[in-house]
């Protein structure tokens, strides 16, 4: 048996804005996908596909109990493989 461990980094982005739309969840990784004045609503559609391009997931969901959102990344940098 072999065991696979991950082994990565979890960088996470939080703010104390006024979190995400529940309406825009499904939709937030999609290009124009936003409700700000001031963005264009490309920055989540365009980190996903490098993120992930490098083997990594990334999420964002709103704060609990606070304002704001928090967005994760994970990124794998290396993979430790144990023989059972």
């Known amino acids: ?5 991950k082994i990565g980094s979890l960088p996470s ?4 804005g006024e979190g995400i739309d529940p309406s825009m969840l499904p939709r937030l990784f999609t290009k124009f996908t ?3 004045y001031h ?3 490309l920055g ?19 704060n609990e109990n606070v ?6 990344i994970f990124i794998q940098f ?4 144990t023989q059972i």
């Open 34 to 36: 936003s409700k700000s």
């Open 13 to 16: 982005v939080k703010n104390t």
């Open 67 to 72: 304002d704001g959102v928090r967005s994760d």
């Open 44 to 62: 989540l559609f365009i980190s996903k596909p490098i993120v992930e391009a490098h083997g990594g997931k990334i999420w964002a969901k709103n």
């Open 1 to 5: 048996m072999r065991v696979i461990t």
């Open 39 to 41: 963005g264009t609503g």
């Open 78 to 81: 290396a993979r430790n493989v």
